[in-house]
């Protein structure tokens, strides 16, 4: 079965430093990724998502993710971080097919002025 | 339109109450799901409709019945909760076609659900 890891229950960051949310998957085949962010209260908004190819992939927001085959990683980055990243981030993995997707616990992320 | 939308966004029900949860998106979407999320908690998956029919029910209490009457419309139905059924629930679709579209699922902002 398969299962995600986010290492880092919350992390704060000062307004304009740099970011890396931590994303470990367990998978037999090759997965598909994503990472969506929550802020309080709503719904979850996709920000990149990693099929095939390139394992560099941009998302919105600034957001970039780089999937590593051999770290079984998948990890967040964001170069400066905004007062308005202020949320929680989900790594997911998907087996394809018509099951869904498998959460990890979620990354608060906390930005400092 | 790529909007997934839900209504009501908060609902609070006593234990005899009965009630429905709406979602709707126009995307074209074949495949929809219902998930439950407990605060500081991920997603939990609840049901999947694929075509109109139920694919997936991850064991859910028969308090909570899905009904999917067409295409664009997923309801829950609600009937003798509990105190702990108190969470979001997030409605989310997806396409049916090409490589992990299955996965890539897009929310509706959820409804609150408070049972008393």
């Known amino acids: 079965a398969q299962s995600v890891t986010q290492p880092d229950i919350h992390i704060t960051v000062s307004e304009g430093a740099s970011l890396e949310l931590r994303c470990n998957y367990s998978y037999g085949a090759t997965p598909y990724l994503f990472w969506y962010v929550q802020s309080p209260g709503q719904g979850l908004q996709l920000l990149l998502k990693?099929?095939?190819?390139?394992?560099l992939v941009q998302g919105i927001k600034g957001f970039e993710a780089e999937f590593k085959r051999s770290q079984s990683s998948f990890n967040l980055r964001k170069p400066s971080v905004h007062w308005s990243d202020a949320a929680e981030y989900f790594c997911?993995?998907?087996?394809?097919?018509?099951?869904?997707?498998?959460f990890g616990s979620g990354t608060r992320l906390q930005v400092q002025p | 339109d790529t909007e997934v939308t839900q209504t009501p966004k908060h609902l609070v029900m006593g234990m005899t109450n009965k009630k429905s949860l709406k979602c709707e998106q126009h995307m074209g979407h074949r495949a929809m799901y219902w998930y439950k999320q407990k605060a500081k908690k991920p997603p939990e998956l609840m049901f999947v409709y694929s075509y109109e029919k139920l694919s997936i029910n991850e064991s859910v209490p028969s308090r909570f019945s899905p009904e999917c009457p067409n295409s664009s419309l997923l309801n829950l139905h609600l009937h003798a909760l509990q105190p702990e059924d108190s969470a979001l629930y997030l409605c989310?679709?997806?396409?049916?076609?090409?490589?992990?579209?299955?996965?890539?699922?897009?929310f509706g902002p959820g409804t609150r659900l408070t049972v008393l």
């Open positions: 990693y099929f095939s190819g390139d394992t």
């Open positions: 989310a679709s997806s396409q049916v076609t090409g490589a992990g579209s299955y996965n890539e699922q897009f």
């Open positions: 997911a993995v998907g087996p394809g097919g018509r099951r869904a997707l498998t």
